[in-house]
């Protein structure tokens, strides 16, 4: 069976022994070890790495395979994470898209390099959005009114708030994705404590983790 799942990770400053610890404990979870699991250094930039083995991945913020029995990690603390299921081609993708990579359309540009890599087919895509931070708690500056479309900006009482999730939606939608085959989390990782928020908690907050892995 293919998998996903999000959850807590760990706090920013915990030992390599507790997060190495919370690592097995999730990928038990589903049935995999975590050295079965591709891991890179998130950067809020919009580089994306294809991979079929495990490697020393260096920076990123999205990893795509057809690989199966790899899976793809991304981490988060209010960003939006992305996970892409190609299920005719055997496919899976894993973006990390905050306001920086969703400024710089990274999970539009993952699709569309499945499509030229792999012969994607939008229609046939399976993508779930995970739990991140929702507009009205994500204030920006008025920077960034150069930045986004208005229809992804809220201002009330002279603040601007910015609704990162729903750009990345709508980029799914633009690219052929059925509404049908989006699973959109509505969970505010601000608001539930429950998930780890770095807008909510700053230097103290730790980072969820998900992961998607195609079975052998």
Not at 15 to 34: A, H, L, M, Y
Not at 73 to 87: H, Q
Not at 184 to 198: A, L, Q, T, V
């Amino acid at each position: 069976m293919d998998k996903f799942r999000f959850n807590m990770s760990y706090l920013v400053g915990d030992s390599k022994e507790t997060v190495d610890r919370n690592r097995r404990q999730f990928c038990g979870e589903i049935g995999i070890g975590p050295e079965e699991v591709q891991f890179q250094k998130q950067v809020h930039g919009d580089t994306i790495k294809i991979t079929r083995k495990i490697f020393p991945a260096g920076e990123g913020d999205a990893l795509i395979t057809d690989k199966r029995g790899l899976g793809l990690a991304v981490f988060s603390a209010d960003c939006t994470a992305i996970f892409i299921y190609d299920r005719n081609n055997g496919v899976i993708a894993a973006v990390h898209s905050g306001w920086r990579g969703t400024r710089k359309e990274i999970l539009r540009k993952t699709i569309r390099l499945m499509k030229n890599r792999y012969s994607s087919n939008p229609g046939e895509l399976f993508c779930f959005i995970s739990p991140s931070i929702s507009q009205k708690n994500y204030q920006v500056g008025k920077e960034f009114a150069d930045f986004f479309e208005p229809a992804y900006l809220n201002e009330k009482d002279g603040n601007l708030y910015l609704d990162v999730r729903g750009k990345n939606y709508d980029i799914l939608l633009q690219e052929g994705i059925p509404e049908t085959n989006i699973e959109y989390s509505e969970i505010c990782s601000f608001e539930n404590k429950n998930f780890h928020s770095f807008r909510r908690d700053g230097k103290f907050s730790g980072r969820g983790l998900g992961i998607i892995y195609l079975r052998k």
